[in-house]
Structures are given as C-alpha cells and as structure tokens.
C-alpha cells in the first residue's frame, strides 16, 4: 500500500512537471547554430535563416528585419491586453541598454490591440509611450499575417532569438528576463 502511494505520488510529481516545463517554454534548447545569410533560403523555424520582412513602426515608417542585420534580435510577439508581454516591453529598453545597441535590438510585433483587433498606429505609439519604449522598435501586424509567417505562437508573449546572422537560435514561450539575458549572453560569448 506504502508503495503506491508512492508511485502515485512520483506519477503525479512527473506529469505536472512535464505540463510545467511544456507551459513555461523552452530555453536554450538549440544550440551552436549558425550560418550565413540566405534569403532566398528562409524559414522562420529553429535553426534556418529568418524571412525578412516589412511592417509600420511607431513612428509611422517602414521597419525591416533585415535592417538590423549584424545585432541579435530578440523578436517579441505581443498583444496589448496581455499581462506578461506588458512586463515585458516594460524591459525592452533597458535590456538593450545592458547589452548595447550596437550588440541587441528588442523588436516587438504587436498582434493585438486591446481590444483583440489588428493594432493601428495610434496602438503602437501607445505601447511605446505607455511602456517607455524609446530606442526599439514597435510593429504592428495581425493573426493572418502571423499565421503565412511560419513563426509559431503556443503563449503570449513569444519570443524569437535572431543571431547577427539571421539565423532563428532559440524559441520561448511566456516571458522570463533571465531567459533573454542567457540567449542574448550565449550569443555574445559566441
């Protein structure tokens, strides 16, 4: 009897932490990627180079990835009425600002506006201002968009980890500082 309680509990103490780690996101799973640039040949999927692509800033202009060839890229997809991607674009500036620009550039794609619809201009410029991002950029794009994009979303927010090559690196689900801090620092160590 002793011992099925303890298989019981050994049981339940393992799919909870399966179901944790799964939620939680996986940091740091691929390691030492990297090659050169290819646009022709792109897949916003672990290991491959990015897709470049074009989307409206906060300031109203035209931002691509590709224009930050040569920095990391921590690629943010967000929603405005979501809690965790608020905190996170509260760290956006300053994480950059840790690592210099010249190293890292904190891109957020929003998704959503608070309301759950596509986000317009006004709704970048309130993300921006609201969350005191002034040196990275915010875009705006929508679900049909994020969907032909290859780009994968299981949490708010997610983010992407582009090395300076435009290879995709790493994939995290939910937001954990630390977590960005070891991509970003693996990758200057590199």
Same mark, same amino acid.
């Given at each position: 009897?002793?011992?099925?309680?303890?298989?019981?509990?050994?049981?339940?103490?393992?799919?909870?932490?399966?179901?944790?780690?799964?939620?939680?996101?996986?940091?740091?799973?691929?390691?030492?990627?990297?090659?050169?640039?290819?646009?022709?040949?792109? $897949?916003?999927?672990?290991?491959?180079?990015?897709?470049?692509?074009?989307?409206?800033?906060?300031?109203?202009?035209?931002?691509?990835?590709?224009?930050?060839?040569?920095?990391?890229?921590?690629?943010?997809?967000?929603?405005?009425?979501?809690?965790?991607?608020?905190?996170?674009?509260?760290?956006?500036?300053?994480?950059?600002?840790?690592?210099?620009? $010249?190293?890292?550039?904190?891109?957020?794609?929003?998704?959503?506006?608070?309301?759950?619809?596509?986000?317009?201009?006004?709704?970048?410029?309130?993300?921006?201002?609201?969350?005191?991002?002034?040196?990275?950029?915010?875009?705006?794009?929508?679900? $049909?968009?994020?969907?032909?994009?290859?780009?994968?979303?299981?949490?708010?927010?997610?983010?992407?980890?582009?090395?300076?090559?435009?290879?995709?690196?790493?994939?995290?689900?939910?937001?954990?500082?630390?977590?960005?801090?070891?991509?970003?620092?693996?990758?200057?160590? $590199?």
């Amino acid at each position: 009897m002793k011992t099925q309680r303890i298989l019981r509990f050994l049981a339940i103490f393992a799919i909870t932490w399966l179901v944790l780690t799964w939620l939680m996101g996986c940091s740091g799973c691929l390691s030492n990627i990297d090659q050169s640039i290819d646009k022709d040949g792109c $897949e916003n999927s672990l290991g491959n180079v990015a897709c470049n692509f074009a989307m409206m800033n906060q300031d109203g202009t035209t931002e691509r990835l590709y224009d930050h060839y040569g920095k990391i890229i921590i690629l943010d997809f967000s929603a405005m009425w979501c809690g965790p991607c608020q905190l996170a674009g509260l760290d956006a500036d300053g994480l950059v600002e840790k690592y210099g620009e $010249e190293n890292v550039v904190y891109i957020t794609v929003l998704i959503e506006n608070s309301s759950g619809h596509d986000p317009r201009l006004r709704d970048l410029q309130t993300w921006s201002e609201g969350l005191g991002i002034h040196n990275n950029p915010v875009l705006g794009t929508n679900r $049909e968009w994020l969907r032909d994009s290859g780009y994968f979303l299981e949490a708010w927010p997610t983010f992407y980890v582009i090395t300076p090559t435009m290879v995709v690196k790493e994939y995290q689900r939910g937001y954990r500082k630390h977590d960005l801090e070891d991509a970003i620092e693996n990758l200057l160590n $590199e």
